[in-house]
T-cell receptor, first 114, second 108 residues
Framework: GAVVSQHPSWVICKSGTSVKIECRSLDFQATTMFWYRQFPKQSLMLMATSNEGSKATYEQGVEKDKFLINHASLTLSTLTVTSAHPEDSSFYIC??????????FGPGTRLLVL | GEDVEQSLFLSVREGDSSVINCTYTDSSSTYLYWYKQEPGAGLQLLTYIFSNMDMKQDQRLTVLLNKKDKHLSLRIADTQTGDSAIYFCAEKNDKIIFGKGTRLHILP
């Protein structure tokens, strides 16, 4: 058990468009979901933490209006990159926690902004 | 602030043991983790250790924790080609902080 999926697995978009990435916990209810960003050969950087039904908590330096997070249900969180620019190109990974300490990670979404 | 450091690269012959080291700064970390990331994939939790433990063994994996020195290591016995990946050390207090990852390369 404890499978987390992400959709899409990769996306290419034009500069200025918005992109939505979905994160789903397939076989458990996730009380908390996390969104990370990973640049090539770099570590994962936590962007925000979201609890179902409440506003996301963003890490310092992450623009709330740029990266919109919605955690509408216990199995789904979405990250929308608004007005994407080439510097937003990255690997976005979500994780979900079902009340214990362990986070289960999704396979990641690779975003390329042209 | 919180920081996790690990060497970026390790090369090991197939069949030998791999030892990946990590240091962290937050003495109040409650859990320490090792994650594995294969190319283009997300993270797979390999193992974790509570901060009040010294050692944890799980099949080919052995985790050693020196809390005094804030040093964590992961030993992979009988390293196989399938172990080739990036291994991330991470510490957790209120949130998880990751190291930059150690790329494990297996020599034939």
């Amino acid at each position: 058990g404890a499978v987390v999926s992400q959709h899409p697995s990769w996306v290419i978009c034009k500069s200025g468009t918005s992109v939505k990435i979905e994160c789903r916990s397939l076989d458990f209810q996730a009380t908390t979901m996390f969104w990370y960003r990973q640049f090539p050969k770099q570590s994962l950087m936590l962007m925000a933490t979201s609890n179902e039904g409440s506003k996301a908590t963003y890490e310092q330096g992450v623009e709330k209006d740029k990266f919109l997070i919605n955690h509408a249900s216990l199995t789904l969180s979405t990250l929308t990159v608004t007005s994407a620019h080439p510097e937003d190109s990255s690997f976005y990974i979500c994780s979900a926690r079902r009340g214990g300490e362990t986070q289960y990670f999704g396979p990641g979404t690779r975003l390329l902004v042209l | 602030g919180e920081d996790v450091e690990q060497s970026l690269f390790l090369s090991v012959r197939e069949g030998d043991s791999s030892v990946i080291n990590c240091t962290y700064t937050d003495s109040s970390s409650t859990y320490l983790y090792w994650y594995k990331q294969e190319p283009g994939a997300g993270l797979q939790l390999l193992t974790y250790i509570f901060s009040n433990m010294d050692m944890k063994q799980d099949q080919r994996l052995t985790v050693l924790l020196n809390k005094k020195d804030k040093h964590l290591s992961l030993r992979i016995a009988d390293t196989q080609t399938g172990d080739s990946a990036i291994y991330f050390c991470a510490e957790k207090n209120d949130k998880i902080i990751f190291g930059k990852g150690t790329r494990l390369h297996i020599l034939p």
